[in-house]
């Protein structure tokens, strides 16, 4: 009977240490991904150019399988002509924009009240899960 109390005991233990290192992991991953963002740099334009042909090329491939009729052929079709009209992005723009991205999560970091929020949105998905099951 002890053994059961005690071994009760230690098994909801681990469940709160549990819960307090989630935040402390969400954190330390930000943390990676700002450090893998500032040590790659700002994408190149003909990464960019690669990637929007294999786009195109996907949805080519896509539309004429056969498989897709009526607004979903519509929506292929016109997700290829948006593709297909959007301009690429100069080197600067790029450049720019990476810099505003690493600015806005370093800023997130460093801000405890932004923290505190993501911890927040993080329990009440949590508890819609719960919810639902």
């Known amino acids: 009977m002890k053994y059961l ?4 005991i230690l098994i909801s233990f681990n469940g709160v240490i ?11 991953a930000a943390k990676l991904k700002l450090d893998l963002a500032k040590l790659k740099g700002p994408p190149m334009l003909v ?7 294999n786009r195109i090329a996907d949805l080519d491939l896509l539309i004429n ?28 723009q ?8 690493i600015k806005m999560m370093d800023r997130k970091l460093k801000d405890p009240m932004m923290r505190d929020r993501k911890r927040m949105q993080n329990r009440k998905q949590k508890n819609r899960g719960n919810r639902k099951n």
């Open 5 to 8: 109390l005690l071994f009760t």
């Open 18 to 28: 549990a819960d307090k290192h989630g935040s402390d992991q969400a954190i330390w």
């Open 47 to 53: 990464d960019l150019e690669a990637k929007r042909t």
């Open 65 to 92: 399988s056969g498989k897709y009729e009526g607004k979903k052929l519509d929506r292929l079709m016109s997700m290829r002509e948006k593709v297909l009209n959007t301009e690429l992005p100069s080197q600067e």
């Open 94 to 101: 790029i450049n720019l924009r990476h810099e505003k991205r």
